[in-house]
């Protein structure tokens, strides 16, 4: 018996019916409706702006990786040049038992033609 009671007073607190017969809302459903409406966008702003901010942490990471290989290949491209260098093909052509030129002979085609059918 106590619970029926107790819900027909919570039903008669919720809704009022006016002179008019139209059902009038208390103030305090109102003022709870709009507590939670407040809670829920709160929330929303919470979580929206964490997966900004771990966005933003994200894009950080792979700046500075894209930075760090630009470095490394900027480093890589210097040292291809180094090895590509003359000093550097003079120095190893003794390891390839190769020798200096002394004189070099070019050979000069007798007329336009170089290949015959």
Known sequence: ?????????????????????????SKAVIGFVIAVLICL????????????????????DRDKKLNDLKNENQNLMIELAKLRSMSRLEETAGEFNMVALEKVNYITASGSAVAVK
């Open 1 to 25: 018996m106590a619970t029926i009671k107790t819900k027909t007073n919570f039903r008669k607190m919720i809704k009022k019916r006016t002179a008019s017969g139209k059902i009038k809302t």
């Open 41 to 60: 966008l709160s929330g929303l702003y919470i979580v929206q702006t964490s997966g900004v901010t771990a966005g933003n942490y994200d894009i950080e």
